[in-house]
């Protein structure tokens, strides 16, 4: 093989190589904070993985927040009036959380399909909701104050 040719070679296959890695190490570096979003519907169809990163989008449904009296721990449903996710919470909660009012609750989903969330997240004024959620309410038939379309 001519020395230019076989120098060629080397170089092509170096830079392959080196890319490959990057690449690889991009991909591996990136996977633990893959956060995908599930309606409560999906996640009650067990369609969410348990044990991974995931948001839970819906309103908080009415009635069914309960405070521990010792501790910051929270539990409450989230729904999208085709099923609801129970939903545990230990921290202080936003401002604007309440029953009816929309929610974003980010956690891991246990074995008894409970989601342990690390983060809540409350919608910040009457008409904003995220879009996640707008949608999830959309296909099951309810505007995003909860009334029947």
Do not use: C
């Amino acid at each position: 093989m001519h020395p230019v040719r076989k120098q060629r070679l080397l170089l092509v296959l170096f830079i392959v190589l080196f890319s490959s890695a990057a690449i690889g190490l991009v991909t591996y570096a990136l996977r633990g904070n893959i956060n995908l979003f599930f309606p409560p519907a999906e996640v009650a169809a067990g369609m969410a993985p348990p044990g991974q990163p995931i948001r839970v989008g819906g309103m908080v449904a009415e009635g069914s927040v309960r405070r521990s009296e010792d501790s910051l721990l929270v539990r409450f449903d989230l729904t999208d009036f085709q099923a609801s996710v129970p939903v545990e919470y230990e921290g202080i909660l936003p401002d604007l959380f309440d029953e009816g009012q929309g929610a974003v609750a980010s956690g891991r989903l246990n074995a008894r399909g409970v989601l342990e969330a690390t983060e809540v997240l409350a919608k910040h004024d009457e008409n904003y909701m995220p879009p996640e959620v707008a949608d999830a309410l959309e296909k099951s038939g309810y505007d995003h104050k909860g009334n029947k379309q």
